[in-house]
Structure formats: structure tokens, C-alpha cells
DNA sequence: GATGAATGAGTATTCATTCAT
DNA sequence: GATGAATGAATACTCATTCAT
């Protein structure tokens, strides 16, 4: 966690030092990831970062944390579908919305798969625990998905959670490769992003995982 | 490729200079592997290792081209199955060997792994010549399960290819977390992976991928 | 060009750090002279050396560019001849406070030498820019001897401009060997230079270039 | 000096590592002259190149011995001038044919060039002994034009001596820069240096010469 | 609270030389 | 007499972190 002097300075400046962050540590990972790049870039003083962050991995972890409120808040903004609704009509619209996450915010998403799928510079504990929240979280709409009917209750919890994780981490990165798009151009913007038909896709997609699913009788 | 001198060494030392690498490149990515490290747990001289090896790049490449040698070299010598084998089957086997690949070789498993989603130190054309090898062969796949009537003939090839390579590709790894067994336990040997039931989840998964993808009448 | 870090020393650190630097590119070339060995003798960190300059590069063509700045200095604070001055008279000046330069700055002499006429790590380009300055100056004073009638007309420019750029060059390491002077008695001060005549061998040397170079009627 | 060894390689293979030596010699200053890249070139085992020299500098001072040799050899082989000649006539004679000794081996006279005029990587000594029997001989050159009464007496012999030994040894560069050829394109042969009208200028440099050292009367 | 110079262990790579075969 | 693998000190350069101002 950053120190408070972090969050006393102008919200102007905060915010230029973590978007050069999230370039950093989108183009590199952890180790490469330059701290001496980064204040040069941000015209601050070497000592104010130590002053601004415990050391590198204190701002590490901070902007792994962002990524996750970040998508968080992105999904929240958006017209969130009724409460009642169908487990794998929701799942159309999380993995859609997700996808356009990733393409709105790419650096940041690049930082988070990054994390999430090989970068683990101290071990595993501090991501497991991020990891273990989203993973409650698929869990809780697994067992939404059997009492809804719509899964089958033989199912090993944990295994489905491994299906609809592992497919929804990686969806925005086979949009990607599917139209050919370099992440670098999504980041300077050389690329619009709601051409792509994401609904298209995962619509799909989520087909498949509905009919794997269902309950057999 | 090593120089001819590497191969002249005795068995025992090419061997443990292989396994010490292969270890390093599996705990570190590509540029934070240190040569310094290895030649010094490896009791040789600096100039020694750059008498085998024309550099570390060279040591690099040569340790994916070995991982995926003894992949193939591990399924090959498993029973294989028959030719005319219905295609879920052979996913079936396909993806229970494949764990057992990573059990039995969990650090070689991890360079790969690195090397082919996220560590691409020299640009992604040499990986992108391996991985799309990769991708034509699950192509083949999913052409020969439409063939045989087992795959819904409308789904979009690439859509399900990604779904295949993506869930094959992760399996391992879910294995591995659902038992709660970290890489350097298997490193170690002081956890036997053959206890692990792989063919029980294997099976789960390929059902529920036969009955999503299967055609729709 | 130094970073403003060097500039910020003190006084005598930084003299320090130029003058280790000069010897050690005095004694050796480019590629040979050693960093290392400069900041081990200086007795400032590596790192530090890299806060003063941007590479060895950096600090070689600092050097050059001093060895120009105080030789230009250093005739300039000597009574300069006047303006309408015999051209044979102010070369015969300019010979001997030139050896008189590279007898009170004979390793930064021998810098500048090496630059001028053998080292040449960064390819021509740099160093014929200064060259190329230095034979347009010749070239002036050879039609000016030519307009003042004291250089033959129908001499081609640049052999003339070669035999006197050539003779001028090795003078001082004529003077030191003629009187047998290792160049590090002088850096050491062990010898005292203003003993030696220069005037009178520069003298007899401008005398057979006159009568050499003077119109034939 | 080489061992024994090296004299009862055959011929050919003999030459072709001196060969290989001197042009290694001549793209590079001493230190940085690779006996790895020598030996890789010529095709000869690291371990033999021990066994015909003693080490590097071994091979050095020898290449600088072949220099000479083979600069009188040249002269010896043309038309040497009647022994009573003129001895400015000889003056042009040997300038002419001097600069044609360095455009037909331009490797080799860059080797001697080096050795003389920058890289002193053992000190002096060893090169000073060279240079005072090139020094014996212009000496002996200026008493003879003393003798017969083309030189001034009254000048100092080591003036004279300086004067033109300095013009010999650069004229052959002079004139090299004069047709703006590059020393690559002299070994790669595809300069026909007899093209070169070498007499011309040494013709006008000897006249001046002659003049300035002329006897007053 | 901000600064930025100083630090020194760390990196990959080179190369003349030795010596056992 | 030939071989070529082994050596290890040497190179320029980087970078997270500290600390006196």
C-alpha cells in the first residue's frame, strides 16, 4: 500500500505516476519493470517515489489491486443485468463486458494477466489471495447455475470453476488475436474497439459451455 | 543449438547442466534467468558455458526445442491410442497424458509454459512459428471431429479451437492447484503425482466439451 | 557531454576524475583504456561513473573536446602575434608554443594524437569533422602565404597543406625524443620542459620550409 | 620469433595464417586482435597456434619484422637507382615507390604503421631498436646529401632526419586521402592503385624539399 | 516533504592462455 | 605434433535502494 504522502499529492500527478506505472509493468514484467524509467518519465525525484511507495513491489501489488477495482467498477457502471436472470445470460454479458474491458483499458488488463498467469515474482501467497477471491466468486455462480437448474448438480464444483475461469481470463486475448489487433495499437488508441463484435463470439461460446453444462436426465 | 561441445561432455555432466537451466528458466523468466547463477551451481567456468552454448539466447531456445521433444517423446511412448479412435476419446487420453506430462516434468513444463504465454524476449516470431504448429494441429482436430459428426458443424473453427487449446493447455495446472501441490513439491519428488486421479477429471471435462460441442439437430 | 551531476562536484573530485581519465585514455586506446580501472583509482563507485556520464563514449569525446579547449587556451593566453604578422613568422610562433602545449599537457597531448591519427572507435565521422576543421585552417594559412607571396602559386594547396599539417603534428614528439623525454617524466614533473630550445629547432624547421616553399622566379 | 614448428608447416598453410595475422593486425590495434578469430579463420586448432608462436605478442613482433623485410625486399626488386646518384633523385625514387610498396600491401604497411605511429602495447623498446635502424638510415641518407653539397651543412642532422622521415612515412597516406580511397577498397583490390599518379606528387614534395635544404651561399 | 547523488552487487559476454589427451 | 575444452579475470553497464542535504 502506498504511503499516505502518495495520496496527499494532486490528483493530477497521482494519476500521471500510475499511468506510467501501468505502462511500465504492462511493457515489463516485475523485475524488468524499471523504477529509474518510471520517475524519469514522470519527472519526479528518486526519493520522492521511496517517500510515495514502500519499494517496487509496494507498488506492484498496489496497481494489481487497482486492476481489480478497476474491472470491478467497469462491470458495476454498467447496466448490470436483473437480479433474476438467467446463470448463462449473465455470463453472455460478463464475458462481452469483460472482453471490452480488456480493450478499453490494456495496459492495465496486460498488468493483471500478467499476475494472473506468470508473473510471480514473490511466490504465490500474495496473488492467491486475489486469486481465491475470484475464484469464490465463479464458485458462487456455479452452485447460482445448479440451483437455477441450469448446471448439472454432479458436476465437481471446482472443475467448472476451472472451465468458466480459465475461459473468461483468456476470451479478450483470443478476440484479440482473431482480429489480428497488436495490443500496442489498442493503447494508442490506432484501434477502435467496439468495431469488434465481441457479443458475437461469446455468444458462442457461451452456448457451448450452456449445452456442456446442462443438467443430464 | 549448443555447439558440438556440449554433446561431447559426459552424460552426467550435460545432464545436470540441462536440469540446473531448466530450473532456472522455470523459477525465473527469460531475463532474469542468470547464467552466473547456473555456471556457478554447476561448477563450471564462465568461458566453459560460452564454449557450449553460443549464448544465453541459445540456451533458451534450445530448452523449449527440448520440451517439446520430450512431450512428444512422453505421449509417444504411452500406449497410443487407435487410429480410428472416436475423437473425444483421444481428447480424453490426450489430456490426462498431457497432465502427467507436467507432473512428471514440472520445471521443463514451466519454461514452456512461460515461453509460450507471456516470456517472448526476442519478438513473438519464434514462438509464434511453434505456437501456430500448435494451432494447426487442434485445427485438424476440430475438423476431423466435425468430419465424424461429433462437432456441430456451424460452430466457428477458430472459436472452438481456441476453447480446445486453451482448457489443454491450463488442465495441468488445475490439476495441480485442486490438489494443493506446489511445482517445487513435484521438483522435489516428495509428492507422487500418480496418486493424483487425472483420468477422473479428464473425463468430466471432455464430457462436458462432447455434449457443448456436439451438433445440434 | 557530462550529465550536470559531474559538473556539481567539487572542484577537486572532478579534476580528480578528468585527470585519471586522461591517463588512462593517454596510456591506452579507446577499447583498452577501462573504466574499472579509472573508478577503482578514482575511488568513486561504478554507479557514479554513470551518473557523471552517459558511457565511456561520452567520456572520451568529453575528453577530445577538452584537449581542443586548452590548447586553444593555451596559445591564446601566449602573446598572439599581430594581425598583419609574416606568415612564416607566425607559423614559427605557433610550432613552438604548440610543442610548449604538448610539453605541459603531454597526456592530454597524447589523447588528442591518438584521435587524430590512429583510434578510431566510432568510425570517421566525428573525428573528421574536427579534422576537416583543422585543414581548412592550413588551407587559410596556405593561400595566405600564397597572397603574401611568400608561398610559390603553383604549389598544389593540399600538398602543402600536407607537409606542413604533418610536421606541425609530430614536432613535439620530434623535441621529446630528440631529447630523449619519456612522456611520463613529464607528466610526473620530473623533467622541466621549459629547459628544452624548442625555439631554435622550430626555428631551423620553419626556415627550411620558407626557403622550400618561396616563389621560384 | 615462431618456433621451429611453424617454419615446417607447408607452405601454403603457413601463409595463409600469416596472411589471416596480418589482416587481423591491421583491422585491429594489438589488444584488441583476436587469436581466437585468427585461429577460427586459418582453421587451426587454439592449441597449435601455442605451438607456433609463443603467444600474441609473439606473432606481433614478427608480422612487424615481415614488414620490413618485405618493404626492402620490394625496393631491392625494382630497378634500385645507380649508386651515384643524385640524392634527391633518390629521395623521389624511393617516395614514389615507398607509397607503391604501401598501396600493393596495404595490410601489411597498416600493421607497420600502427606499430610505429600509435600502439605501443610492450613500451618502446621493442620498436625503438627498429626505429633507430630506420633512423641509421636516413641518417646515413642526409650525410651523403651533405657530402654532396645538396644539403645545407649547417643544419642540425636529427632536424633533417625528423623532416623527412615524417614526410615518408605519411606521404603514402596523403596520398591515399588526396584520391579519397579507402584503405578497404586497396585490399579488396578493387582499386587499381597504379592508377595513382604517385610521381607527380612526390615530384613537387621533393622539389620542395630540395630547395629548403639547399646550401646558402 | 522533496531531492538526487552515491552505492555496489548484479548482468552477459570475451579472450589469451594452459594442458590433458 | 595436434587438438580443443577448460579457465577465470576482465569488460561495460544497470538499477533498486539509501541518506545527507
Redesign the interface.
Known sequence: MPQQTFFNLPDEKRQLILDLAIEEFAQH?Y??ASISNLVARAGIAKGSFYQYFEDKRDLYLYLIQIAGEEKKRFLEQKSPPNPGMHLFDFLRWAMSEGARFEFSNPLLAQVAY?AL???RPFG?DPFNQLQDMVMAYYLSLVQLGKSQGVIEGD??D???V??LS??FN?FGK?VLE?QKIAPTDLASGSVDYRSVNMDE?AG??IA???????P?N
Open positions: 514484467d523485475k524488468n500478467r498467469f506468470s508473473d504465490n458436476l465437481d471446482s472443475l467448472v476451472f472451465l480459465t475461459i483468456n483470443f482473431s463470439l458462442q461460446l457451448i459451455l450452456q449445452r456442456g453444462l446442462a443430464r
